[in-house]
């Protein structure tokens, strides 16, 4: 167990809908990271936040926002869903205080399991 | 741009096999690497990590040493087990944000 909680585990959709992914990071970790796993993309960064404050974006779609509140919890919202986002979304925490240390580990969480019908 | 490449899988051995999983990088600046791995059903867990060069990670009997000249960080492990089933990804990062570019994966599976 990594400390990271993610929930739902599980969430099925249709397109055109709009779902919010939760991730908890361990205790004492300020920086949280997003990530998409699918199967033609592989594990692919989406965003990060630090703190409160986005600190660095990836493959991120307009379609899709994140933020992290002050108790340092995470979300991930993603709207106007297609077949295409159907994927695994996994959220990381990791324990640097300056959120800009490349020797960080991250800890992942289970995931979310997305599919879009 | 960061890009991870590791060997095409998958790979299936018996137990007691020596395992190599090759892995190489290219990266601006000096990155760190590390190898994860997901275990069927689970997130991804730190399997091991090196932060400079011809630093060896090592953990559960995996190593993997971080060869500047090659670019490298191949997985080794001496004797597989059935439990060391579950993908294995190779990952590095470098610079202000600290994300993680990913290899493909690779798929092991150990026969008894």
């Known amino acids: 167990d990594s400390g990271v909680t993610q929930t739902p585990k599980h969430l099925i959709t249709a397109t055109g809908q709009r779902v919010t992914l939760r991730c908890s990071p361990r205790s004492g970790d300020l920086s949280v990271y997003w990530y998409q796993q699918s199967l033609d993309q592989g594990l692919q960064f989406l965003i990060q936040y630090y703190n409160g404050e986005e600190r660095a974006k990836g493959n991120i779609l307009e379609r899709f926002s994140a933020q992290q509140f002050p108790d340092l919890h995470s979300e991930l919202n993603l709207s106007s869903l297609e077949l295409g986002d159907s994927a695994l979304y996994f959220c990381a925490s990791s324990p640097r205080t300056s959120g800009r240390s490349s020797t960080d580990t991250q800890y992942f969480g289970p995931g979310t399991r997305l599919t879009v019908l | 741009g960061n890009s991870v490449t590791q060997m095409e899988g998958p790979v299936t051995l018996s137990e007691e096999a020596f395992l190599t999983i090759n892995c190489t990088y290219t990266?601006?600046?000096?990155?760190?690497l590390f190898w994860y791995v997901q275990y069927p059903g689970e997130g991804l867990q730190l399997l091991l990590k090196a932060t400079k060069a011809d630093d060896k990670g090592s953990n559960k009997g995996f190593e993997a040493t971080y060869r500047k000249e090659t670019t490298s960080f191949h997985l080794e492990k001496g004797s597989v087990q059935v439990s060391d089933s579950a993908v294995y990804f190779c990952a590095l990062s470098t610079g202000a944000n600290s994300k993680l570019t990913f290899g493909k994966g690779i798929t092991l599976s150990v026969r008894p």
């Open positions: 990266a601006t600046g000096y990155p760190s």
